[in-house]
């Protein structure tokens, strides 16, 4: 959905809405492209270069520089929410961004219709569409 020269989707449209993003990403047909970082909801840094806001480090765990580095310092800032928003902590939470994630890439590899790209419609009534 998102790539290097886009902000990302949690600091485009809202981090509340990381989630539909991409169930919509992982369920519709075609080939799902996710920017690193989507499915535990990174944001953009926040400090720095505007031109490399969303090419932040990946947010790996709570540790300094956000587990991307052991280096005394990143080029580019680490968004200051790595504390919360990391794999590290994501792993353990089964309601987590990153583990909807996890069930939806599943749910795509073993359902063959979403796998596939094709899809079949179903009109109900003149109400719904399925």
């Known amino acids: 959905v ?3 020269n886009t902000a990302r989707i949690s600091s485009r449209i809202g981090k509340e809405y990381i989630n539909v993003i991409n169930m919509l990403l992982l ?4 080939t799902p492209v996710s920017y690193y970082g989507e499915e535990i909801g990174m944001e953009d ?3 720095g270069n505007a031109l490399f806001l969303e090419k932040g480090p990946m947010q790996w765990d709570e540790s300094l520089h956000a587990g991307f580095s052991e280096g005394s310092s990143t080029w580019i800032a680490v968004n200051p929410n790595y ?5 590290k ?3 353990n939470h089964p309601n987590s961004t990153l583990n909807l994630y996890r069930e939806l890439n599943s749910l795509r590899s073993s359902e063959l219709p979403i796998h596939r790209g094709w899809t ?3 009109w109900n009534d003149t109400n719904v569409f399925v």
């Not at 504390?83 to 794999?87: G, I, Y």
């Open 83 to 87: 504390q919360n928003v990391n794999v």
């Open 45 to 47: 840094a926040t400090s």
């Open 89 to 91: 902590i994501q792993q």
């Open 2 to 4: 998102g790539d290097y």
């Open 120 to 122: 079949c419609y179903i």
């Open 27 to 30: 369920t519709l047909p075609g």
